[in-house]
């Protein structure tokens, strides 16, 4: 089994979505993007917000993370983006795949 990092981001819109995982994929920082449509709620100036984000799942490398996370940050419209690292293990075949396709 490979160890592998995946990037749990939120977006404003599908749009906005798209094109952050495109502008990922085009700079080889990831090797596959996910994208979920979702309900957020959170405290936001003292009271609850409730919106309709887009969730991008990034797979990449445990090298690539601040690369990646440097360019959410660059990208986002989002006033404190949310950019979480959740460190899994792969199956070895699909871990290959991903190193094959990403560039460190």
């Not at 085009?26 to 979920?36: D, G, I, P, T």
């Not at 797979?59 to 989002?78: C, G, L």
């Amino acid at each position: 089994m490979e160890e592998m990092v995946l990037v749990y981001v939120t977006n404003p819109s599908k749009e906005k979505a798209k094109e952050l995982a495109h502008h990922l994929l085009e700079k080889r920082l990831v090797a596959c993007v996910n994208m979920f449509a979702g309900h957020s709620m959170y405290w936001w100036d003292g009271a609850i917000s409730k919106e309709e984000e887009y969730i991008l799942v990034a797979k990449t490398i445990e090298e690539n993370f601040d690369s990646v996370r440097h360019a959410i940050m660059d990208f986002s419209d989002y006033q404190i983006p949310c950019v979480i690292k959740i460190p899994v293990t792969a199956n070895q075949q699909f871990a290959q795949w991903l190193r094959s396709e990403i560039r460190a």
